[in-house]
């Protein structure tokens, strides 16, 4: 079974920074996109960054010269470094990866971790 396990949500004073980790475990023969999704009650949930095996990235503007996402394919992990927060990045973050696995390619979600930011 392939799991994503998120970590490193907390609470955070505007402009703090936090890290969030997202580590992909199970039979797992490559993957292709590792994102990171965010929502908040009563809204959809919304890209917040992505990258690709290849290493291209991108980022939701509200974001950009912010956030930074990495990620370490040995380990099946990706990060997301989250600088100078603001109070509306407040969220739920999701971790999204697109895996190979033996039962084919699967679009696997993690549990999701909370990033509260006061002000």
């Known amino acids: 079974q392939v799991q994503l396990v998120e970590s490193g949500g907390g609470l955070v004073q505007a402009g703090g920074s936090l890290r969030l980790s997202c580590a992909a475990s199970?039979?797992?023969?490559?993957?292709?996109?590792m994102n990171w999704y965010r929502q908040t009650p009563g809204k959809q949930r919304e890209l917040v960054a992505g990258?690709?095996?290849?290493?291209?990235?991108n980022y939701a503007d509200s974001v950009k010269g912010r956030f930074t996402i990495s990620r370490d394919n040995a380990k099946k992990t990706v990060y997301l470094q989250m600088n100078n927060l603001k109070p509306e990045d407040t969220a739920v973050y999701y971790c999204?990866?697109?895996?190979?696995?033996?039962?084919?390619?699967?679009?696997?979600w993690g549990q999701g971790t909370l990033v509260t930011v006061s002000s």
């Open positions: 199970g039979i797992i023969f490559s993957i292709n996109a």
């Open positions: 999204n990866a697109d895996a190979y696995t033996p039962r084919g390619y699967l679009e696997v």
């Open positions: 990258t690709t095996s290849g290493g291209s990235t």
